[in-house]
């Protein structure tokens, strides 16, 4: 039980361009799931803590207005990358907490080109 | 705000040998979790620990939460190919403003040589 799945794997995108990632819990409802970023060889970077029908929490040094976070229901979240640039690329992670402890989504390569 | 210190980095060891790794805190945690991170996967939780000197084992694996709530180490014995991968320690407060949160070390990348 407690599947995140998240898509899409990997994204290719223009600079400029807009990027939406889901996460989803499969089989329990997620209130609160959190959103990372992981540069190559580095570790995972807490970005925002998101809430189910209120704001997210951004932590220091991210970019609200960038980084759109939506946790509409208890089942999704999504985070959406606007005016993506180069330095963007990374590896996104997202994660909900549950009964069993904290379970990650397999994560999406977004490519800026 | 808190910090994990993991180490090694990195390793490399003959396949069946033991590993062992360890995380070190400036701060108290109240949870301490392994994960293992497969390359463009997302982190896969091994262990999960919730009372400070809780011993705890799955399969081949073995994590202790330090006496102090400062510390935790991880142990794989008689190691596989498939071993291989990034392992993670995570710090979860637990309580107060942001205590769901997780604090991740730098990671271990563990190459076995068959």
């Known amino acids: 039980g407690a599947v995140v799945s998240q898509h899409p794997s990997w994204v290719i995108c223009k600079s400029g361009t807009s990027v939406k990632i889901e996460c989803r819990s499969l089989d329990f409802q997620a209130t609160t799931m959190f959103w990372y970023r992981q540069f190559p060889k580095q570790s995972l970077m807490l970005m925002a803590t998101s809430n189910e029908g209120s704001k997210a929490t951004y932590e220091q040094g991210v970019e609200k207005d960038k980084f759109l976070i939506n946790h509409a229901s208890l089942t999704l979240s999504t985070l959406t990358v606007t005016s993506a640039h180069p330095e963007d690329s990374s590896f996104y992670i997202c994660s909900a907490r549950t009964e069993f402890g904290y379970t990650f989504g397999s994560g999406t390569r977004l490519t800026v080109v | 705000g808190q910090q994990l210190n993991q180490s090694p980095q990195s390793m490399f060891i003959q396949e069946g040998e033991d590993v062992s790794m360890n995380c070190t805190s400036s701060?108290?945690?109240?949870?301490w979790l392994w994960y293992k991170q497969d390359p463009g996967e997302g982190p896969v939780l091994l262990i999960a620990l919730y009372k400070a000197g809780e011993l705890t084992s799955n399969g081949r694996l073995t994590a202790q939460f330090g006496i102090t709530r400062k510390d935790s180490f991880l142990n794989i014995s008689a190691s596989i190919p498939s071993d291989v991968g990034i392992y993670f320690c995570?710090?979860?407060?637990?309580?107060?403003?942001?205590?769901?949160?997780?604090?991740f070390g730098k990671g271990t990348k563990l190459s076995v040589i068959p």
């Open positions: 995570a710090g979860q407060l637990g309580s107060g403003a942001g205590s769901y949160q997780l604090t």
């Open positions: 701060s108290i945690f109240n949870t």
